[in-house]
Structure formats: C-alpha cells, structure tokens
C-alpha cells in the first residue's frame, strides 16, 4: 500500500502525496493534491502542475514543511482511487465489546 501523507508546507497549502522517500534534510513525494475547502468539506486539486512530466517527483526541503502527519483511512482510501490500485479499501471491521 502506498504512503500518504498530509503536508503542511510554509506556504499555508496542506498538500496531500505518496510520500517517495525521506531524509534528514528533505521529502520526496509525487501524485500531489492541494487540499481545498469547500461547501461540503474539503476538496482536492492537482498541485504543483508544472513539474515536467519526465520528473513526476517533487523534492522539498524539510525547512519549507510545517508538519506531516498521516491521513485518515477514508482520504487514504479516496487517494487510492485516484492514484493507487483503484482498489476500495474495505471497510475496517471492529469488534464490539
């Protein structure tokens, strides 16, 4: 399964995307969605559109990101539709006690 996360960049945009790699000093990420708000809630838009299409990954300095947290399962499973499997996460069972 892949790794998505919530970017919170210095900018003020919360960026949603697969999370490629990391280290000390940056992120990689690629398939990247701006969160938007709207009447229902939040809605998604492709961000950083002008990366070439040869370099579909974008490397940010972590200096630039205020916070990156994981996302909830029903984003995760909305990302996925988009860009992942196509596959709909079943819905997470729990026991009643």
């Known amino acids: ?54 370099e579909p990954e974008i490397n940010i300095q972590r200096k630039f990101i205020i916070y990156m947290v994981n996302v909830e399962r029903d984003v995760v499973a909305k990302y996925n539709q988009l860009f992942g499997s196509k596959l709909e996460l079943p819905e997470e069972k729990r026991l009643i006690l």
């Open 1 to 54: 399964m892949i790794d998505v996360q919530l970017f919170r960049i210095a900018t003020g945009e919360e960026v949603i995307a697969e999370l490629v790699s990391e280290n000390e000093d940056s992120v990689v990420i690629k398939n990247s969605l701006v969160v938007l708000p709207n009447g229902n809630g939040v809605g998604f838009a492709p961000w950083a559109t002008v990366i070439s299409k040869d």
